[in-house]
């Protein structure tokens, strides 16, 4: 077993940076809706690669900016409305990501 570095340990990565609930690796589809960063309606298929009790991280190919509000319909349960806060080109597959914030309390476990 490797021993976790100073700089590795949780206690040494500031509070605002630490994920407030653990992410899991997921693969499904979800149809996501919103504007592109041009104005312009999309409906789409994005792919959910983790996921958080308040969040998620997708690829897609659609424009979006951060602070963009969208709808996302995952395979189960109901259609969930969330903020777009963060977008990067992923370095390991070149594909566009975007982080989104979920924008009932509950989540993905909203009624």
Do not use: C
Request: charged fraction near 25%; hydrophobic fraction near 35%.
């Amino acid at each position: 077993m490797v021993p976790m570095s100073d700089e590795t340990k949780p206690e040494s990565i500031p509070l605002s940076q630490r994920p407030r609930s653990p992410r899991v690796p997921v693969n499904f589809t979800v149809e996501l809706e919103g504007q592109t960063t041009e104005g312009d309606p999309f409906k789409l298929s994005a792919e959910a690669v983790r996921v958080s009790r308040g969040g998620a991280t997708l690829i897609t190919d659609v424009s979006v900016e951060t602070g963009a509000t969208l709808r996302l319909t995952p395979p189960f349960g109901r259609s969930l409305d969330a903020e777009v806060n963060g977008v990067w080109a992923d370095e390991a597959d070149g594909r566009q990501h975007i982080g989104i914030k979920l924008l009932d309390p509950n989540g993905w476990f909203a009624e």
